[in-house]
């Protein structure tokens, strides 16, 4: 068995994890948000990170309620996924075919 000082180290380390992943998120969003597209980004590669993500979640929950241990883990992937989804959801609003305006009639 792991000392507990190893265990709580673990347990900040990956609570610490989403936080240190916002500093990769963050950039991106303002980048998005200031230029107002999302051309030159994948999509794809978002939508197959939000399914990974969508799985570690599930991973992380079933884990906490066999073990009643890992809300660390689940906080940390929680926060993965809404990170991924709101960067999806960025995507999506500055698509250049969102961006054209109607034509009046």
């Known amino acids: ?6 265990i709580t180290g673990a ?4 609570t610490a994890v989403p936080f240190i ?4 998120y963050l950039p991106q969003w303002i980048k998005l948000v200031r230029t107002r597209s999302s051309q030159d980004i994948s999509l794809r590669s978002w939508c ?4 990974s993500s969508l799985c570690a979640l599930f991973y992380a929950i079933v884990q906490l309620l066999l073990n ?8 940390s992937t929680a926060v993965s996924i809404a990170s991924v989804m709101f960067t999806v959801s960025l995507i ?3 698509r250049p075919e ?3 305006k109607p034509t009046s009639r």
């Open 92 to 94: 999506f609003r500055y």
């Open 68 to 75: 009643g241990r890992g809300w660390p883990l689940v906080f």
């Open 21 to 24: 992943a916002l500093s990769a």
């Open 11 to 14: 347990n900040i380390c990956q």
């Open 98 to 100: 969102n961006l054209t």
């Open 48 to 51: 197959i990170w939000t399914v």
């Open 1 to 6: 068995m792991l000392p507990e000082i190893v």
